[in-house]
């Protein structure tokens, strides 16, 4: 049985107390959150919760599951054993954030969470790492118990993950909106792209990016491009033009 | 029964052969194609086809499902009675292309089609144009016959979609490239993203992309912001940038 303490209550925190509440072989002994309002959708499960970081209870792995820019401070003010494992669950700040008290680790779910939006966990990439092989042995366990996808990756490789996260998630999703701002403009329903939207993403499934790309800029049809560009705002005008631009180059390097 | 003349053999036409082969109350009489090699696997399905033009069966309606630029001249070259129903598949050509010797129309399936990776065209929307109403009578009775999603939209509509649909899947579809190019330069396996990619077209089904954006731009951190870039390559720094200011922009409005 290895013992949990989830310090947070946003999103990711609120996703591992579910996966964690259905795990085998987890206890999840308590949920720190700063405010009791944060705490009350977690109550429901049973687990005890605490608001003051002197009532922390002991664990095997303390979780901090908060904003980025506050993991290192907060670890900082943590009152448990000094030499306990803890980690965070962030994809951009470095596993070294973690005070220097205590062993540190990296327990970084892949995924984008929505509060209302419930996760099949079991799909989620778990990103661990640790400075202690022994470490690493408990975030594994603890990992595949909520998760059928684990990898051991370094803080380097982390934060690429995470700059190419922000490439097929962040921009990929602006994208639809650039698209959905077109339709309404032209009163067309954004549900004609939907199986587009659904098929693109699936076909990388099976053929890579590189082979799966289709259109005027990898034809080099400057007809059609010319005609598309006419047609954009000046804002979006220049999206059209770098990723045209960007693509071109791709595929010219093959000549 | 309606009868129908399919000319062309590429993507769309092999896609539109497998859906009108299936259907009811659909004639499929004739695929022609300029090249014999090409019919190669259309002939399996017991379809009569020709690579000579003078030798077109009569038919309700001819479609055109050859590469856009050669629509109109081809279009020009139809020895069939006049005033006959000619319609094209193309998002991006204007139904007035066709031959004035024709009533004209459009056939567009708004979808990226793979000779390799089958499809279930039921899902597929099919977007119709006609000058004539018993002509979009019968485009609908025709498009109801293979999907379950056919919208009537007109030439300009039609173009702004195909702009829209650059956006949502040429340019993700480099994203996801880029984003697969940056994972093999710190040897991270690609694998990692795929559940975030499905996620991200998933969760546009239930949120508007407006309402799903997350990540650095949207909250305006400038410090991961800056981090990023300075990992990234020139010419992926520059999509970084334009992406990251357009969706600041985006949410900067609502202030």
Redesign the interface.
Known sequence: MIRVVLLGAGNVATHLVNAFSIAKNIDLVQVYARKKSSLKHIQKNNISTTTNLDELKDADVYIIAIA??AIAAFSGQLKINQNTLVVHTSG?VAMKAINNNFRKGVFYP???F?KE?S?NFK???L?LEADHQQDLVILEKLASAISD?V?F?NS??R??????????????????????T??N?????F????????????????????D???????RN?S??IT??LE??PN?YK???S??TK??T??YEQEL
Chains 1, 2 share one sequence.
């Open positions: 980025d820019d951009s892949l995924q984008t929505s939006k996760i799909t989620v990439p990103c996808s990898y990756i380097k490789q934060e690429s993950l995470h700059v190419a996260a922000v490439f097929v998630n962040n921009f990929t999703n602006h994208l639809y909106h650039i698209g959905k077109i339709c403009e032209h009163e067309v329903p549900a004609i792209l939907q199986p587009l939207i659904q098929e693109t993403a699936n076909k990388i499934l099976d053929l890579s990016p590189y799966a790309q289709t259109g005027p800029a990898k049809d007809n059609t005609r598309h047609q954009l804002n220049e999206i059209y770098l990723l960007s693509i180059n791709t």
